[in-house]
């Protein structure tokens, strides 16, 4: 396995870029080394979890309020 294509580097590298914080080095090594479909599976787990928290979030909020 080439350095920086693991699933620790595409997780970070998911997450740096969903934040807005990926440094141009890094995009180029994803751009170069990474593979297209573990970015798109990275990213769509991360937008499903994070509308499954943010469900959960407001869930617990309103049976707080109500």
Known sequence: MAKG????STLQS???SAFG???DKNRER?????RTAHFIIAGVIG????????ALVVKLV????G
């Open 5 to 8: 294509t693991g699933f620790l």
């Open 14 to 16: 998911v997450l740096a």
């Open 21 to 23: 914080v990926q440094s």
């Open 30 to 34: 994803d751009f170069s080394q990474g």
């Open 47 to 54: 937008t499903v979890l994070f509308i499954l928290v943010l």
């Open 62 to 65: 309103l049976s707080q309020v």
